[in-house]
T-cell receptor
Framework: SQTIHQWPATLVQPVGSPLSLECTVE??????LYWYRQAAGRGLQLLFY??????ISSEVPQNLSASRPQDRQFILSSKKLLLSDSGFYLC??????????????FGPGTRLTVT | AQSVSQHNHHVILSEAASLELGCNYS??????LFWYVQYPGQHLQLLLK??????LVKGIKGFEAEFIKSKFSFNLRKPSVQWSDTAEYFC????????????FGAGTRLFVKA
């Protein structure tokens, strides 16, 4: 069976500090990977998605970046955090095979507080 | 661009009441439609999905949703809610030609009074 991991679960960082959130998926290969930010009353905002190693699509121009160094690893980063980067970050995966189900499977999330 | 609109941000019901959560999307082509649910302290998980065929789809825990193409709607229903249905519900759309992106609505927080 497939599982998705995110860490850390919670993080408190000062403004201007760097950020690295990691997401890994087990039990599948060549998944599509996604980073979302969830804010109260605003639903899930798609930040980045990736269809393969080194392939990143950005949906929202901002202070964040993403990388996919391995097939089942997806990293969300920032060089200098802003207060507005606070939020709940969710990683998700979906089967990458055309015609397969497009449902997404979500990780437990990371609660980031920038102080 | 695709968008998803959920009509109610907060809903409060008593147990055994009927539930209907509205969802409308904007996209003229073929779509896949989803409802996800996030119970307190749990991961976001799939409640039900529509790909093709019968526009009335049934999901887990007695939920169902009806796809009405002419209205660009995919409303979620349950005839009799339980306290355990307290959660946040998200409607989502994946445009077939878009492929990789799934767009989510703002969510509806449902609180069921025991």
């Amino acid at each position: 069976s497939q599982t998705i991991h995110q860490w850390p679960a919670t993080l408190v960082q000062p403004v201007g500090s760097p950020l690295s959130l990691e997401c890994t998926v087990e039990g599948t290969s060549n998944p599509n990977l996604y980073w979302y930010r969830q804010a109260a009353g605003r639903g899930l905002q798609l930040l980045f998605y990736s269809v393969g190693i080194g392939q990143i699509s950005s949906e929202v121009p901002q202070n964040l970046s993403a990388s996919r160094p391995q097939d089942r690893q997806f990293i969300l980063s920032s060089k200098k955090l802003l207060l507005s980067d606070s939020g709940f970050y969710l990683c998700a995966w979906r089967r990458g095979v055309a015609g397969e189900s497009y449902e997404q499977y979500f990780g437990p999330g990371t609660r980031l507080t920038v102080t | 661009a695709q968008s998803v609109s959920q009509h109610n941000h907060h809903v409060i019901l008593s147990e055994a009441a009927s539930l209907e959560l509205g969802c409308n999307y904007s996209y003229g082509g073929t779509v896949n439609l989803f409802w996800y649910v996030q119970y307190p302290g749990q991961h976001l998980q799939l409640l039900l999905k529509y790909f093709s065929g019968d526009p009335l789809v049934k999901g887990i825990k007695g939920f169902e949703a009806e796809f009405i193409k002419s209205k660009f709607s995919f409303n979620l229903r349950k005839p009799s809610v339980q306290w355990s249905d307290t959660a946040e519900y998200f409607c989502a759309v994946n445009a077939m030609t878009g492929g990789f992106k799934t767009i989510f609505g703002a969510g509806t927080r449902l609180f069921v009074k025991a």
